[in-house]
């Protein structure tokens, strides 16, 4: 099974915030990638997405904070 990457792009730090789901991270297109998570399976990214939709924007950014606090584009590591 392959896996699947559930992220979360943004247009600045004060911009709107996406929540996608891709199987593979490259495909990411437009906004910055500033936070992602890998899933066994592109139906969990799926339902993890779903999740976090949910959230409430404090708390996706918090997470981007907690793993990317400068917003960098994550794809230019890849």
Same mark, same amino acid.
């Given at each position: 099974?392959?896996?699947?990457?559930?992220?979360?792009?943004?247009?600045?730090?004060?911009?709107?915030?996406?929540?996608?789901?891709?199987?593979?991270?490259? $495909? =990411?297109?437009? !906004?910055?990638?500033?936070?992602?998570?890998?899933?066994?399976?592109?139906?969990? /990214?799926? #339902?993890?997405?779903?999740?976090?939709?949910?959230?409430?924007? $404090? =708390?996706?950014? !918090?997470?981007?904070?907690?793993?990317?606090?400068?917003?960098?584009?994550?794809? /230019?590591? #890849?």
């Amino acid at each position: 099974m392959k896996p699947g990457f559930v992220y979360i792009a943004a247009r600045g730090k004060s911009g709107r915030l996406y929540t996608g789901v891709t199987a593979a991270l490259t $495909s =990411c297109r437009g !906004a910055r990638l500033v936070w992602y998570e890998e899933r066994p399976s592109l139906a969990e /990214a799926k #339902r993890r997405a779903a999740d976090i939709r949910r959230w409430k924007r $404090s =708390c996706k950014r !918090a997470v981007i904070a907690r793993v990317n606090p400068g917003w960098q584009d994550l794809r /230019a590591g #890849r």
